[in-house]
C-alpha cells in the first residue's frame, strides 16, 4: 500500500500569500492517478485538481498543482479567505486508493 | 445536475451491521463507478472499495475485505454499501463518491452519512 505523508500538518497565512502544500508518497505514484481535494468543515471533499497538475473547471487559477514520482505539490498563488480548508492528496496505484493525512490551512 | 445523495445517520451497537444508500441522479447511472470512503471523526480520509453499477463488479480494499458488501439497484439507480461486525473503530461519516472509470479520481461525493457504533 502506498503511504502518503503531507506536510506541514497545519499553518496559518494572510490573504495574499503563496502557499505551497507537500505530498511525499512512500513508492512511485502514477502522476495520472495522483489528485488533490479540498475539504471544508462539515463538507464533502472538493476536487481540485486531477493528473497531479490538470485544474478541475471552475477552480480558480489560484491554484495549481505538479510534482512527478515521489513528490507532488499543491500551490495557491494568492490565498483567499474562503481558502482556509484542509488539503488532501490522493493516490491509486496497486489497485487501492490512499489518501493523505491532510494538511490545514488557516487564513488569518 | 449530478446529485448523490445518501441516507441519515444511523446508530449501530457493536457487532450488527450498516446498510447505507447512495441515491444517484443527473447522469447515466452505469457510466460511473461509484466508491465509498470513511472518515473517523477530525481524523482523515480512508478508502472502503467501489462498484461498477454496469456489472455489479465490485472492488475492495483489503483492510475491509470479508466485512464489505456494496450492491446496486439499477432500476433506481442506487447504490448499496453494508458493513459488518461494527466496532465502536467504525465510528465514521461515510461518504459515496462517483469515478469515470480509469480517472482514478472521485469528481462528485454524496453529503456523508455519520454512523455511530455504541453500546
Known amino acids: 500500500e502506498i503511504v502518503l505523508t503531507q506536510s506541514p500538518d497545519t499553518l496559518s497565512l494572510s490573504p495574499g500569500e503563496r502557499v505551497t502544500l507537500s505530498c511525499r508518497a512512500s513508492?512511485?505514484?502514477?502522476?495520472?492517478?495522483l489528485t488533490w481535494y479540498q475539504q471544508k468543515p462539515g463538507q464533502a471533499p472538493r476536487l481540485l485538481i486531477y493528473?497531479?497538475?490538470s485544474r478541475v473547471t471552475g477552480i480558480p487559477d489560484r491554484f495549481s498543482g505538479s510534482g512527478s514520482a515521489t513528490d507532488f505539490t499543491l500551490t495557491i498563488s494568492r490565498l483567499e479567505p474562503e481558502d482556509s480548508a484542509v488539503y488532501y492528496c490522493?493516490?491509486?496505484?496497486?489497485?487501492?486508493?490512499?489518501f493523505g493525512q491532510g494538511t490545514k490551512l488557516e487564513i488569518k | 445536475q449530478v446529485q448523490l445523495v445518501q441516507s441519515g445517520a444511523e446508530v449501530k451497537k457493536p457487532g450488527a451491521s450498516m446498510k447505507i444508500s447512495c441515491k444517484t441522479s443527473g447522469y447515466t447511472f452505469t457510466t460511473y463507478l461509484i466508491h465509498w470512503v470513511r472518515q473517523v471523526p477530525g481524523q482523515g480520509l480512508e478508502w472502503l472499495g467501489r462498484?461498477?453499477?454496469?456489472?455489479?463488479?465490485?472492488h475492495y480494499s483489503h483492510n475491509f475485505e470479508g466485512r464489505v458488501t456494496m450492491t446496486r439497484d439499477t432500476s433506481t439507480t442506487t447504490v448499496y454499501m453494508q458493513l459488518s461486525s461494527l466496532t465502536s473503530d467504525d465510528t465514521a461519516v461515510y461518504f459515496c463518491?462517483?469515478?469515470?472509470?480509469?480517472?482514478?479520481?472521485?469528481?462528485?461525493w454524496g453529503q456523508g452519512t455519520p454512523v455511530t457504533v455504541s453500546s
Open positions: 462498484i461498477n453499477p454496469a456489472d455489479a463488479i465490485t
Open positions: 490522493q493516490q491509486y496505484g496497486g489497485s487501492m486508493f490512499t
Open positions: 493528473g497531479a497538475s
Open positions: 463518491a462517483r469515478e469515470y472509470e480509469g480517472t482514478c479520481y472521485f469528481d462528485h
Open positions: 513508492q512511485i505514484v502514477n502522476s495520472n492517478f
